[in-house]
């Protein structure tokens, strides 16, 4: 891991190192990388960190935790209603 990476693939590669205490820094970094990209964190192909990513990196781990349960409580309220299924979805998820 580089000096440059942005924050929050340090916080998300040292969180799976903790987790998996026998797995190598360089699979960490990987599935890091990977899933900090599908969320929109981390630019497509690359280590650098979208605006979304850098405002999630200034979060502590618990704010990051509250901002989440919020957006999943607003889509729940969207279900309820029937807003928000996409009718497409077979997950019921928007």
Do not use: C, F, W
């Amino acid at each position: 891991m580089a000096d440059r990476d942005p924050a929050i693939l340090k916080d998300a590669v040292h969180s799976i190192s903790k987790e998996n205490p026998g797995m190598s820094k360089g699979s960490a970094y990987a599935i890091a990388t990977s899933t900090l990209q599908k969320s929109g964190d981390l630019r497509k192909g690359t280590d650098n960190a979208t605006d979304k990513g850098k405002r999630r990196g200034e979060m502590s781990k618990r704010t990051r935790a509250k901002t989440r349960a919020k957006k999943y409580k607003i889509e729940r309220k969207k279900m309820k209603k029937g807003e928000g299924m996409d009718k497409r979805s077979t997950s019921g998820r928007l």
